[in-house]
């Protein structure tokens, strides 16, 4: 059941994290939305509202600890509790390493991996004391295997996938954890790489197999509304062209 759930959305000014937000509140869900672009944050819960939603926004920077602690503690003074984490923020600045773009590796460890451990230490004191609680967690296909330029940003995804298991076998019969895999999906993923050549070239990738942030979303709305008992453990979702 989605509707009434209290979820809140890391990410979610754009992209799935947008999508994600639009349609768990059409199906009546209660959600609370972080992320650091507070204008495309505040336009996505209008949007919300006017559809006859609720929703509201705090400005979250997921690297901040404190950030994400006082995203769950507005969405438990809101609505009284928590019912799923969404970490969907993330980034990809990628590049080869011989580049050295050292600041760049640092800040996907800080949003890919510190972000989804604040989120974690946010959310699961608040479902522990509720016996009930559920942590959906964006990874990417890109930490199945390695690819080139694309070394960095995987690693901090098969992180993500370990966090995830590791998180999942200590979570006990109430709590349920999902990852959701994307491949190549028509955000601003790309925006962030440094190097104009080189995002010319997935901007060229995207634009020719790209999936709309909506069949994430629709995946994610999947893994939150089975029954208590059931724990979608992993979905992946990728482009039929992408290899």
């Known amino acids: 059941m989605i509707e009434n759930k209290v979820v809140v959305i890391t990410g979610a000014s754009g992209g799935i994290g947008r999508a994600t937000a639009l349609r768990l509140a059409a ?3 209660k959600v609370v ?8 944050l505040d336009d996505v819960v209008a949007d919300i509202r006017s559809a006859g939603g609720q929703a509201v926004a705090v400005a979250t920077d997921v690297t901040r600890r404190a950030d994400v602690a006082a995203l769950v503690k507005t969405a438990e003074a809101e609505f009284g509790r ?3 984490m969404v970490n969907n923020a993330g980034i990809g600045p990628v590049s ?8 760049e590796w640092d800040q996907m460890v800080d949003v890919n991996i510190k972000g989804v451990l604040h989120g974690i230490a946010a959310a699961l004191p608040v479902f522990r ?3 009930a609680g559920q942590f959906v967690t964006v990874g990417s296909v890109a930490g199945m295997s ?3 330029t694309m070394a960095v940003y ?15 076998l200590e979570a006990g019969p109430d709590l349920r954890v999902t990852l959701v895999r994307p491949g190549f999906v028509d955000t601003n993923f790309v925006t962030g790489i440094s190097d104009p050549k080189r995002r010319a070239g997935f901007e060229e990738r995207r634009d020719a197999m790209a999936i709309s942030p909506d069949v994430l979303a629709e995946a994610i709305v999947f893994a939150i509304d089975q029954p208590a008992q059931v724990d979608v ?3 992946v979702v990728r482009p039929t062209a992408q290899s």
């Open 82 to 84: 928590v019912d799923v």
């Open 96 to 103: 080869e390493l011989d580049e050295l773009k050292v600041d």
């Open 233 to 235: 453990n992993e979905i």
């Open 129 to 131: 004391d509720q016996n």
């Open 27 to 29: 199906r009546g869900a």
């Open 146 to 148: 390695p690819t080139p």
């Open 154 to 168: 995987g690693a901090t995804k098969t992180a993500v996938k370990v966090l995830c298991d590791g998180l999942r």
């Open 33 to 40: 939305l972080g992320a650091r672009t507070t204008t495309a």
